[in-house]
């Protein structure tokens, strides 16, 4: 390999980023405006079971997260199962419901326990009820009870600060142009622009180039397949 092939094929270091998750760094917009106030103690909940319904990226980990935060509550995910505990002695959140990894038996005497004790319950899901693959009915009716918040699409004007937040959080600078170039041309989806900042990121360091548009088209290109 040659001195001038080997300096352009340059070593590209998946670096670490750290990605903010505090209440000052949630973007707060109409779509999710009520589920905020709620989770944040604006309103009083009816009940002591709570599910946050929301699609991939649309913020209800980092939502479900404070709440967390605020409230001392035990956070169990699929990650960790080993965490499920016998009896509910503080608020607790449950990630990825909707997905049933910690099993229906466990999670109907959670439900339950919720119910008896008056200690928040909290339950985040990409899908809504009616499209779990629930087996057992007494599950799917205490389910039913829970109050329901939802996580709605996002507009361009939150989808432009969420832009705005990933970007700081890899500490990269970008021609504000970027942004509503980027929105006129992809999916209004919270996904892809998770998709796109990463990409571009990558593009950045793989090209050793700042990111311009030239650059995001590329990225546009290879994302949808142009």
């Not at 002695?89 to 990825?96: A, K, R």
């Not at 008896?116 to 693959?133: C, G, H, I, N």
């Not at 600060?161 to 021609?175: E, G, H, N, S």
């Not at 950045?204 to 290879?222: C, N, V, Y």
Request: proline fraction near 6%; glycine fraction near 4%.
């Amino acid at each position: 390999m040659t001195a001038q092939k080997a300096s352009s094929q340059q070593l590209v270091l998946d670096l670490p980023f750290e990605t903010a998750l505090g209440e000052d760094d949630f973007v707060v917009s109409a779509g999710n405006l009520q589920a905020y106030e709620y989770l944040m103690g604006m309103r009083e909940w009816p009940g002591s079971t709570t599910l946050l319904i929301g699609p991939e990226k649309s913020g209800k980990t980092h939502l479900a997260s404070i709440w967390a935060g605020q409230s001392g509550a035990l956070v169990l995910n699929a990650d960790h199962p080993d965490k499920w505990p016998q009896l509910m002695e503080t608020p607790i959140l449950v990630e990825d419901c909707h997905s049933l990894w910690m099993g229906e038996t466990p999670l109907f005497n959670l439900l339950n326990q919720s119910m008896r004790s008056q200690l928040p319950l909290l339950m985040t899901a990409a899908l809504p009820l009616d499209q779990w693959t629930l087996q057992t009915q007494d599950v799917r009716s205490r389910l039913r009870l829970a109050l329901n918040l939802e996580i709605t699409p996002l507009d361009d004007a939150h989808l432009a600060q969420l832009f705005v937040k990933l970007f700081d959080d890899r500490q990269l600078q970008i021609d504000p142009g970027l942004i509503p170039y980027l929105l006129s041309r992809m999916e209004r989806s919270p996904a892809h622009v998770v998709s796109l900042v990463e990409m571009m990121d990558q593009m950045s360091l793989e090209r050793q180039r700042p990111i311009s548009k030239r650059l995001a088209g590329d990225a546009l290109a290879r994302l949808y397949n142009q």
